[in-house]
């Protein structure tokens, strides 16, 4: 701390002005100090705010408007004048500097500005960190500017840019910081003050200027130049939340509402909000983020979580005010990917979006955050489990602010029920089915988050508990409406007894199914009850509903159990067993389908084809596939106790019982659901192909011919003479992915074998490799022996895009059975004719 001797008494009031002109000072800003801070781009919230108070102090017109102490070393220098050296005020001379040079511009009065503030074209005001900043100081003083001919940039005038264009300045000096952050102030006042050339008397005014300081000459209390280091050492400038806080102290003390109730424990009496926000800020919520400081950024401070949770409280009450929901104000709110905006105190201010009922929101969420925990402690915890919302978690994703819309919706719900006074066993139900609507409802823009914000808000300020509410069949909006209708259906099941509750539970937290069991109610016949009658209210039903229940519940759970993280975990026989009751594929663009054997997240492929998708109570073309698993969970062969044997039995049975098709082609080969990385396929009235990744730019198979290559391992048939065989994949629609068979050779001509599945045919092609030789007379009569037939002689040759010329052979055939015939009566006719 500096001597007591200095206080706020201390201090000569004097204009900027007077320093030079009637001090005779020559101010230079030390190397100790950093480079001027005010201009830099990142901080336009202060630059803008420091720059209206001056505009107001001037349009006033009120004298000695002091700005604080300006305090540092005065000494004599060489040419006469007295040299301050300022510790404190760096920032507000820089910045005076430049008003004052920018208004003697457009006053016109550069000339009297140059005669105080300059001898010889030096500036009387420099900077000693670097020499650019000092020539630019020079410059500037001692130059001109037509503001009648100022250079546009965006449609607007420039003032940086048309400084940047005289001669006199030197392009290496945009790389110097403080130029940097004067051209950028420059700028600023100009859009502040262009229309104020009266002004500048005002701030010159010898008897009294309307803006001044204290300025206080340290050398005067005998301190050495070590504080100078010292003071610059310890002193850290505030924070941008810092500032926040200040001015929203401020306004929150300008409010003249009334407030709740608050109590703070060292006064008897209640007090305002106002004084409670200051106290608390600073005490038992500052020792709940200082848990946090370090979650965002390593900066040991916990700025950035403060500002995050008071801009999702921000945000989620303005959205709660707009019923409408206003697409102005979501964009204004949210950024990209749901993140929410943190806006400067300008802006909150700007949009008017400060107010005392969100202060009161912002105070009790904040309370409720702290609780009663310890210091240090975290988030005060109200749940005895995390099964419907870890209260821990999910803050610390929405102090970085990297939560999802769901994540935001319980973060919301949670403290919106607790001050509506849910607690215990009321709580926990609450937070059960908001996990089960925000877990089960897909949230794809801010106007989906809204929507069911509003609904969720409204539900949880109704004086009745959850399960009694959706009993009464009240509304819900912004969630799926089958997970609305089974939360409604459940509640009823959850109160006719504990057994229904135990079930129900068990079922519903099953990792696969997370909260949504709507296939177990509707396959037990439930549903179709619950539709008809309106309750749950069966005495003797012909039906044993829980029973029915039960086994769908345990036959899916053991499943998905299983398959949970992978298909492969049962050879996909759980797909390939449903295929063998219907084709249940989900559809999506074009001719494109998806085999649901997929566990990725890659593209939304989990969220928009999945088991738990195709299960959802929907539409009818739904429903007929939902029947197809529900035949599968029905099937005499299907055995809880052997998943793997039974499934794979069903698809044995129907092999044995189907038309041969693209689907028994799935059903038969496991591997060929391995090929599919992201479960699509293309599937149409002329070709099925197996798409290695999500589209045909990627790798993809052929169905008819992989199978067909898949087979001919199956059945270990032998394709000698030729020493190998090859799928090749291709990766573009205009090819057609083949098996092709290589390595046989006959009087010096090497010949393969492709095989070609289009337009429902298989296409065994034989060609040679060099086609300047033609095809010896003995393999010619081995081929047609074989009944292959020269290309020029097939009817559809001109239709197919051959890559060989048309005296080449070729076989069709139309299954693949006889294709693999065809193949075995080749190979032994090539196997002789080489053995001779």
Known sequence: MIDNKINADSGERLSFYQLFDQKNMQVEIPIIQRDYAQGRVEVEEVRNTFLQALHDYLEKGEPFRDLDFVYGSVTINTRGRDNFTPLDGQQRLTTLFLLHWYL??????GESFRQVLSTGGISHFTYETRSSSREFCNALVSNDIKFNALLMEYGIECLSKTIKDRAWFYLSWESDPTIRSMLTMLDAIHLQFSGNADYFDKLIDKDKPVITFRFLNLAEFKLTDDLYIKMNARGKPLTGFENFKARLEKTIKSFTGEWPEYRLSFKDAPVSGYEYFIHKIDT??????WCYRNVVTK?????????????????????????KGSSRLQNKLFGSGGK????????????????????????????????????CSGVSKYLENKRYYDEEAVFKKIIINNSSFSEKMRFHAFYAGLASGKMGAELTSWMRVVFNLTENTIFNTVDDYHKALLSINELSQMDDTILNLLIQDVTIKGFLPVQVFEEKLKAHLLIKSSEWKT???ELESHAFFRGQIGFALKFSGIVDYFNGHGNVDWIDAKENYFAQFKHYADSGSAVFSAIGQSSEALGFAWERAVLSKGDYLTSTTADRFNLLSSRTNKHNVDRD???????????????TRQQHVKAVLDDPAFDLCDLRAGLEAICTNALNELQFNWRTMLIAKPELFRLCNQGFIVRSTHEVVLLHESQRNHYHSELYSKYLELELKDTGLSYAPFKRHEYKSVRSSNEIASFVFSGFSFNDQYVELQVIYSGNLYYLLCYRNDESVPFPDELQIALESCGFIVLADLDNYNQQDWLCSDDNYVCLSGKPKNALVKISELCIQLLKLRNE
């Open 340 to 375: 929410i905006n943190t806006l400067s105190f300008v802006e909150y201010e700007q949009y008017g979006y400060l107010s005392q009922p969100l202060i009161i929101k912002l105070i009790a969420l904040l309370d409720l955050l702290r609780g009663h925990a310890t210091s």
């Open 609 to 623: 084809h999945s088991w738990r998708r195709l299960l959802r109570q929907e539409s009818n073309v739904l429903n």
């Open 104 to 109: 003697a511009q457009i006053s016109g009065q």
């Open 299 to 323: 900066d040991d401070t916990f700025d950035d979580e403060l500002m995050n949770c008071i801009a999702i409280c921000a945000a989620n009450f303005l959205l709660l005010q707009d019923a």
């Open 503 to 505: 079930a129900i539970l």
């Open 284 to 289: 038992d919520w500052a020792d709940l983020f």
